[in-house]
């Protein structure tokens, strides 16, 4: 029997168990189905430090200088367990600069501070924060997925696939997006209230010669937002200078993101282009719009996700992998870091993708190319697709992250309090206050 159980190891898990720890608390299991404890932690780790990005402040229900307390909490935290001190972001001559460029194509440039980890240093980062909450007596059990949870009178009862048994009496679930659809179905037995959300984002990620984004070399994750002529939002998001493009695997189906080393850079910077979709009525399970969107991608692709030259994006042609290295075209230029063939198939985007989606991207495309003299639209630059983000579903909760069921809390990306790092951190850090409220 614990107080309280964690479910889930990512930012918002760990930075829930830190302040329990800290504030007194000892006795405290965290969960996780994984072999290796932190969740998408281990993807790049790059820390947005603005309350602009990757966080809803109403749904986390806090002030903006609240969140910046947070922010500035979560930075410390990374630093002392190891993060380098480089802080990308900070000089506003330059950001005005970028952003009266970017207002002459009616573009929004958000500034924002960031700090990079990087995938390989995050790794050191992890086990400084697991052996100091092991050292607290945290008791982190990994290679454990609970499949069932059940209150019986004033606690829960849990089960993991193997059929191992946990008490507790406090429950903190932060599954990430990835347990986004377990909890939704835990939430249905456990009858935790919740509602579909309406948003999607759908879009691609450009991949080029570094030197085509020098912007990168100032601002390490530049964030640019602008509305489509059909009044969507399109934006840049997750930019990796020096970085690789990544496959993100779920079970049936597979996307495309990107990140970086530290210490290994390659010659190019990959960046995503998202349109946010919103679904009206009658359609309202916008994951399962997503799903299909990826599948049909997947499916063109032979089982993988579609690259294609921008060349033959904008000549509305297909790419072969006869002519994905074409000299004549310039082709052989930018050489792609995902491998052709075995992990991604040349296709034609706008085969898998709606018109309308298609559209919009090739508009801000456009508009970015603008801002940046022509680099984005280079022939031999690429695209990559299915990159699709799910929102999850939405949790009515209390101030504390609490659920309806009493003793119940939610944090992270799965319960859509968040959409990155520091925002998960800040649920798992509202969500524990609420714990610590309790007694
Ligand atoms: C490729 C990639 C790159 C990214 N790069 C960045 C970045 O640079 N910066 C940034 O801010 N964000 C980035 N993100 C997003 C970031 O990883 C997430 O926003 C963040 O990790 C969410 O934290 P979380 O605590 O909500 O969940 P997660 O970090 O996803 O952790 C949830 C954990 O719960 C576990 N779990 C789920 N269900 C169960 C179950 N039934 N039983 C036991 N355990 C379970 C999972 O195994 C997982 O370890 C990236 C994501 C990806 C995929």
Same mark, same amino acid.
């Given at each position: 029997?614990?107080?309280?159980?964690?479910?889930?190891?990512?930012?918002?898990? !760990?930075?829930?168990?830190?302040?329990? $720890?800290?504030?007194?608390?000892?006795?405290?299991?965290?969960?996780?189905?994984?072999? &290796?404890?932190?969740?998408?932690?281990?993807?790049?780790?790059?820390?947005?430090?603005?309350?602009?990005?990757?966080?809803?402040?109403?749904?986390?229900?806090?002030?903006?200088?609240?969140?910046?307390?947070?922010?500035?909490?979560?930075?410390?935290?990374?630093?002392?367990?190891?993060?380098?001190?480089?802080?990308?972001?900070?000089?506003?001559?330059?950001?005005?600069?970028?952003?009266?460029?970017?207002?002459?194509?009616? @573009?929004?440039?958000?500034?924002?501070?960031?700090?990079?980890?990087?995938?390989?240093?995050?790794?050191?980062?992890?086990?400084?924060?697991?052996?100091?909450?092991?050292?607290?007596? @945290?008791?982190?059990?990994?290679?454990?997925?609970?499949?069932?949870?059940?209150?019986?009178?004033?606690?829960? &009862? !849990?089960?993991?696939?193997?059929?191992?048994?946990?008490?507790?009496?406090?429950?903190?679930?932060?599954?990430?997006?990835?347990?986004?659809?377990?909890?939704?179905?835990?939430?249905?037995?456990?009858?935790?209230?919740?509602?579909?959300?309406?948003?999607?984002?759908?879009?691609?990620?450009?991949?080029?010669?570094?030197?085509?984004?020098?912007?990168?070399?100032?601002?390490?994750?530049?964030?640019?937002?602008?509305?489509?002529?059909?009044?969507? $939002?399109?934006?840049?998001?997750?930019?990796?200078?020096?970085?690789?493009?990544?496959?993100?695997?779920?079970?049936?189906?597979?996307?495309?993101?990107?990140?970086?080393?530290?210490?290994?850079?390659?010659?190019?910077?990959?960046?995503?282009?998202?349109?946010?979709?919103? !679904?009206?009525?009658?359609?309202?399970?916008?994951?399962?719009?997503?799903?299909?969107?990826?599948?049909?991608?997947?499916?063109?692709?032979?089982? *993988?996700?579609?690259?294609?030259?921008?060349?033959?994006?904008?000549?509305?042609?297909?790419? *072969?992998?006869?002519?994905?290295?074409?000299?004549?075209?310039?082709?052989?230029?930018?050489?792609?870091?995902?491998?052709?063939?075995?992990?991604?198939?040349?296709?034609?985007?706008?085969?898998?993708?709606?018109?309308?989606? @298609?559209?919009?991207?090739?508009?801000? !495309?456009?508009?970015?190319?603008?801002?940046?003299?022509?680099?984005?639209?280079?022939?031999?630059?690429?695209?990559?697709?299915?990159?699709?983000?799910?929102?999850?579903?939405?949790?009515?909760?209390?101030?504390?992250?609490?659920?309806?069921?009493?003793?119940?809390?939610?944090?992270?990306?799965?319960?859509?309090?968040?959409?990155?790092? @520091?925002?998960?951190?800040?649920?798992?850090?509202?969500?524990?206050?609420?714990?610590?409220?309790?007694?």
């Amino acid at each position: 029997m614990y107080e309280i159980i964690i479910i889930g190891s990512g930012p918002s898990g !760990l930075f829930a168990a830190l302040n329990l $720890v800290n504030n007194g608390k000892d006795s405290i299991c965290i969960i996780d189905k994984n072999p &290796f404890p932190s969740g998408g932690m281990l993807n790049d780790c790059k820390l947005n430090l603005s309350t602009e990005i990757g966080m809803d402040l109403g749904e986390l229900r806090i002030t903006k200088e609240k969140a910046k307390e947070y922010i500035d909490f979560i930075d410390k935290t990374f630093l002392f367990f190891g993060a380098p001190d480089e802080v990308y972001g900070s000089d506003e001559k330059l950001y005005k600069e970028w952003a009266e460029r970017a207002k002459r194509n009616d @573009v929004e440039f958000i500034p924002s501070l960031q700090r990079h980890i990087g995938t390989d240093l995050s790794k050191k980062i992890i086990k400084n924060f697991r052996n100091y909450l092991e050292e607290k007596n @945290v008791k982190i059990r990994l290679s454990t997925e609970i499949v069932h949870i059940e209150k019986k009178d004033s606690q829960f &009862f !849990l089960k993991s696939s193997t059929g191992e048994e946990f008490f507790s009496k406090y429950l903190l679930l932060a599954p990430g997006r990835s347990g986004s659809s377990w909890l939704r179905e835990i939430s249905k037995k456990l009858k935790i209230s919740y509602s579909n959300g309406k948003k999607i984002d759908v879009g691609i990620r450009l991949e080029m010669n570094k030197e085509s984004y020098p912007i990168t070399d100032v601002i390490y994750d530049p964030k640019f937002k602008m509305f489509s002529k059909y009044k969507n $939002v399109l934006r840049t998001f997750c930019t990796n200078p020096k970085g690789r493009v990544t496959l993100e695997r779920y079970d049936d189906f597979t996307l495309i993101n990107g990140d970086a080393l530290k210490m290994k850079k390659t010659e190019n910077t990959n960046f995503a282009l998202l349109d946010t979709i919103i !679904l009206t009525e009658p359609l309202t399970d916008p994951f399962v719009y997503g799903k299909l969107i990826s599948i049909a991608t997947n499916l063109l692709g032979n089982g *993988k996700p579609i690259i294609q030259r921008i060349g033959d994006f904008l000549d509305e042609k297909r790419s *072969k992998f006869e002519t994905f290295f074409d000299k004549t075209r310039w082709f052989d230029r930018v050489k792609p870091t995902l491998q052709i063939g075995e992990l991604v198939t040349p296709g034609d985007i706008r085969m898998a993708y709606p018109y309308k989606i @298609v559209k919009e991207l090739k508009e801000g !495309l456009i508009r970015l190319n603008k801002i940046f003299g022509n680099t984005i639209l280079k022939e031999e630059n690429i695209i990559y697709a299915p990159e699709v983000k799910f929102y999850s579903i939405s949790y009515q909760t209390t101030d504390e992250l609490e659920t309806n069921v009493k003793n119940i809390f939610v944090a992270g990306d799965g319960a859509g309090k968040s959409r990155g790092i @520091v925002g998960a951190a800040i649920s798992g850090l509202i969500a524990s206050n609420g714990i610590l409220k309790k007694g």
